[in-house]
């Protein structure tokens, strides 16, 4: 019974994500269509100009066809993951993309993992001394996490830690896994502030409501030890809300992400948003917009299957209304 | 969400002996960076001591010295000035953010919560839909390629806003919206939309209040992202974030160009939400609903 719930469940969740998705790419090309500036002009640069060559880019890019014609071509593309060829380099959207997005994804793991390490055992310390002073100072640091934008948390330890004592390289991406590493903590850290601010008041307002329940007073009553109620009664709990907002920290990881490259010149996926902003490269943007919405759609059913597993409570049907 | 038992006084009549309070040294503080920077938002220009954008090349890339506070950056303009007259940037647009979501979200928030029905769950789903989107990447990309800049920047942040703020009231409203004076209202005769905005929008008004400064930060947060992007103001207006990606190759000649405003936008952000934490806390149980 239950596996039957639990795969009704699951199909309809992809569906409506499918549905989703599809949505987002027509909006996306549909904002990307209308934007201002002429494709061919792009294209064209500096070189001559000639109306056979007009023609031919034309006919290349399909600049001739209506816009539910491309739209559809770019569609069928993006299914096979082919996402068009860059106008500004010339290379395909997904080589480009393909070739820049290991150093963000190692950048958006690094820094989440600062983030979860700090922030959640913050949190709870937070939660269990609250109103004391370590609170107070646990609750500030976030406030201020929130407050300071990841480029600007970037500058300050690029300025402190590169350049005034020169522990840490400048900028650059380092070659091999330690150096890498090594390379890439300042970003990680300038990324994981605002992130780890973020989880730290999201693990904090969760335990705070869990420890005042009922169960966690019988649980010490009953003489179990202090970090078993603390992790297996109460922050297993309290995760659920954490859980939920995993979207919302992808969404600040990509975004930091983006601005953070900036600061240390690291050529990822952000720094490839920005150039081909500024270049008006069409398809790079489309292809970036997609593939964000699509990693966060599927963050978020992931988050919809952790459900299943954290909180038995949730039945399959339930879950699915 | 937060219960508000506040009486209808408004803002300063809540003292509270539940509430701890932050050391008023803080507030008072924060308080006065605010009215600093305001200040400087509509009187930079007159405050200023040199020119925002005067170039002076033979003082080009100078450190803090005592005619040029902070130093100056690589055309030789006056750092400490451009930051007094970028201040006006960090403000308008916060500004307009904030309140463009107050209004419409409060007044979405309020049919919601006090109707409830289908309106009521369309924006729902709206906020649910929006408050797990990336805010600042869909500006960057609109801005980017749509192009125009600031003010094209402050209406796609309206819009990801006030869905939010539309959820933050309505839940305030449905409480409000049983207690025994609403009901004493309607049995009145009072029209809805007089119920609405004279009977429970006033006892809404501290935790609008709040979320409004909590948006203000958040706004000049993004606002300058998208400049340091370079996808802000125009070039030639200083602001805080622009002038942190112009000056970020002088970091090593004279640091003050790129950390003085970065300090700046630290400043001011924190100030904000420790006003709007403060205001929240004071008149909520806890600001459990952010």
Request: hydrophobic residues 55%; aromatic residues 8%.
């Amino acid at each position: 019974m239950r596996t039957r719930q639990v795969s009704v469940f699951l199909v309809r969740r992809i569906l409506a994500l499918v549905i989703l998705l599809l949505l987002i790419s027509f909006l996306v090309f549909g904002l990307l269509y209308l934007a201002p500036g002429n494709a061919i002009q792009v294209l064209l640069g500096t070189h001559p100009s000639s109306p056979a060559i007009i023609a031919a880019l034309k006919a290349k890019y399909h600049l001739n066809d209506s816009f539910i014609g491309q739209y559809l071509l770019w569609l069928k593309g993006a299914v096979h993951l082919n996402l068009g060829i860059s106008i500004q380099t010339g290379q395909t959207v997904t080589s480009l993309i393909g070739s820049r997005i290991g150093l963000t994804i190692f950048l958006g793991i690094y820094a989440f993992l600062i983030s979860v390490l700090l922030g959640v055992p913050a949190g709870v310390i937070a939660a269990m001394r609250n109103r004391s002073v370590a609170d107070r100072a646990i609750v500030g640091v976030s406030l201020l996490g929130v407050s300071v934008p990841a480029f600007v948390s970037g500058i300050f330890l690029l300025y402190l830690l590169a350049i005034d004592v020169g522990w840490f390289p400048v900028y650059g991406p380092g070659g091999g896994f330690v150096d890498r590493v090594w390379h890439l903590t300042l970003p990680a850290f300038a990324l994981a502030f605002g992130v780890m601010a973020l989880i730290l008041k999201l693990t904090r307002a969760s335990m705070i409501t869990v420890l005042e329940q009922d169960y966690i007073a019988f649980a010490q009553a009953r003489g179990v030890g202090p970090v078993r109620v603390i992790i297996r009664y109460a922050l297993r709990n309290a995760l659920g809300p954490i859980i939920t907002a995993g979207g919302l920290i992808l969404g600040v990881v990509i975004t930091g992400a983006v601005l953070v490259e900036q600061v240390f010149a690291l050529p990822g996926i952000g720094t490839l948003l920005i150039t081909s902003v500024e270049a008006k490269d069409v398809p790079v943007v489309q292809g970036f917009t997609l593939l964000a919405a699509a990693i966060l759609i599927a963050a978020n059913f992931l988050i919809d299957l952790c459900y299943l597993f954290i909180d038995p409570r949730i039945t399959a049907g339930r879950g699915a209304q | 969400m937060t219960v508000i038992t506040a009486p209808d006084t408004g803002l300063l009549a809540a003292p509270r002996k539940r509430g701890r309070r932050r050391p008023s040294v803080l507030i008072a503080l924060s308080i006065l960076i605010v009215l600093l920077v305001v200040a400087c938002a509509l009187a930079g220009s007159q405050i200023a001591p040199f020119g925002a954008n005067a170039q002076n090349l033979i003082v080009a890339t100078q450190a803090p010295s005592a005619h040029h506070l902070l130093g100056t950056d690589d055309f030789g303009r006056d750092v400490l000035s451009r930051i007094i007259v970028g201040a006006r940037a960090a403000v308008i647009g916060p500004a307009l953010i904030a309140v463009g979501a107050l209004i419409i979200g409060n007044a979405l928030g309020l049919i919601a919560g006090y109707f409830g029905g289908r309106v009521d769950y369309f924006i729902m789903r709206l906020a649910d839909l929006v408050w797990a989107l990336p805010g600042l990447l869909i500006a960057i990309v609109v801005v980017g390629v749509i192009g125009g800049g600031y003010y094209v920047a402050v209406t796609v942040l309206i819009v990801l806003t006030f869905p939010i703020d539309a959820r933050i009231v309505r839940g305030a409203a449905l409480q409000q919206r049983n207690m025994p004076y609403v009901e004493a209202a309607v049995t009145l005769g009072i029209s809805s939309r007089r119920v609405m905005l004279r009977h429970i929008w006033p006892n809404l008004l501290p935790l609008v209040m709040a979320n409004t400064f909590l948006n203000f930060a958040f706004s000049l947060v993004a606002l300058s992202g998208l400049s340091f992007l370079g996808l802000g103001v125009p070039l030639n207006t200083p602001d805080w974030g622009g002038m942190l990606a112009q000056n970020l190759s002088l970091i090593q000649s004279n640091a003050m160009a790129c950390l003085g405003p970065a300090i700046a936008i630290v400043l001011t952000a924190t100030s904000m939400n420790l006003i709007g934490d403060w205001i929240y806390e004071r008149l909520s149980d806890r600001g459990r609903a952010r």
